[in-house]
């Protein structure tokens, strides 16, 4: 018995400096609009959709970023995207920089502002939230770079792992979906844990720029969108679930970002690609069923993966040095990995 929904990728053009959230909210209202037309059930809005990629502009003070950031969600601005899906009974997942007191891990509440993604079902309700995890860049301002990358400056690690949650959406009555936002997609690992959780649909934003600025180094910029989709095909293929990746596009106070929105099936090709750097609806039928067929060959996870002796994946941060081979007549013969070794070498490598 198919299991469909019809998804769409919003993507959205530039968003100066100068452009307010109002203006924001009616492009994305306007995509709704299209979305509703086209008989879409999901839709999914870039990484911070509200506001240009403001950790590009350097602030000594980082409370100075604070009105790039939504301190109540909803808020009166963003009010008119949760009317209009339950209006039109479409969900969708929205990507924002998120103001909140909550407590951190030594129990003290304070502000605290996360790279945050939400997904709204049909009734309005926020079914979902997920913190950006992989947060690139850097966190002082960077001279050698042609433009800032601060992700690490305005933003903490995400504290919410990566959950998946199974929820009504559209003509189904449950659906398995998590998130993740753009530099994400960028590390298996997350894909994996994702893909532990039994996901069939995951969704993500991305602000993504067209060149590489951190100026050490040269990455041809044919590269830029060939890595994103390499990433989003592989995660989609090597979990066996569907993606949809939605681009903030174009240029941003003379900045350019890729577009290239896609949305990907469970063996990892490309079912819907952008073709713009504007606001742009991709959209698909995806049958849910068709994670089976990964999942129960060649990603039977039950049967295949061997976590005995995955443990540098967990343990180590960076990378260690392989010892090295020599022809002493007393080279011990290779040891033999043992789950205790492996701990231990691993411990040794901190
Ligand atoms: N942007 C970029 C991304 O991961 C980046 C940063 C680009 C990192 C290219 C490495 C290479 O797509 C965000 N917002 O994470």
């Not at 009616?26 to 809005?45: D, I, K, P």
């Not at 009010?79 to 891990?105: S, W």
């Not at 559209?170 to 530099?183: S, V």
């Not at 469970?266 to 995806?286: F, N, R, Y």
Request: net charge negative.
């Amino acid at each position: 018995m198919p299991r469909i929904i019809t998804v769409a990728a919003a993507q959205m053009g530039p968003l100066q400096l100068k452009d307010t959230r109002a203006h924001a909210v009616a492009r994305m209202l306007r995509l709704l609009e299209r979305a509703r037309l086209r008989g879409v059930e999901l839709v999914v809005f870039p990484e911070l959709a509200l506001t240009t990629f403001f950790p590009r502009h350097y602030r000594e003070d980082v409370a100075e970023a604070d009105p790039w950031f939504e301190a109540a969600m909803p808020s009166p601005e963003t009010q008119p995207l949760f009317d209009a899906a339950r209006k039109y009974g479409i969900g969708f997942h929205l990507g924002y920089a998120e103001l909140c007191q909550v407590a951190d891990e030594t129990g003290v509440v304070r502000t605290r502002r996360f790279n945050t993604a939400i997904l709204v079902n049909g009734q309005g309700e926020i079914v979902l939230k997920y913190r950006k995890v992989h947060l690139p860049g850097h966190a002082e301002y960077d001279e050698r770079r042609c433009v800032q990358h601060l992700e690490k400056r305005y933003f903490e690690v995400g504290n919410l792992g990566f959950p998946v949650i199974r929820a009504p959406m559209g003509g189904l009555n449950g659906i398995n979906m998590g998130m993740m936002i753009c530099n994400d997609r960028r590390w298996p690992e997350a894909w994996r844990v994702l893909g532990l959780q039994g996901v069939e649909l995951v969704m993500l934003g991305y602000n993504t720029p067209a060149m590489n600025t951190s100026n050490r180094g040269y990455e041809a910029v044919h590269l830029r969108v060939q890595h994103s989709h390499m990433s989003i095909q592989s995660g989609a293929y090597q979990n066996a679930t569907f993606a949809v990746a939605t681009a903030k596009a174009g240029v941003e106070d003379g900045c350019e970002m890729i577009g290239a929105s896609i949305i990907v099936n469970p063996q990892g090709e490309i079912i819907a690609q952008a073709t713009s750097c504007e606001d742009e609806l991709i959209t698909a039928d995806c049958n849910l069923e068709q994670v089976q067929f990964g999942r129960s060959t060649v990603f039977d996870f039950d049967a295949h993966r061997r976590p005995e002796t995955y443990g540098r994946i967990t343990a180590q941060v960076g990378a260690v040095e392989p010892p090295v081979w020599s022809k002493q007549a007393d080279q011990q013969a290779q040891p033999v990995l043992t789950r205790a070794d492996d701990q231990d070498k691993v411990q040794a490598a901190d």
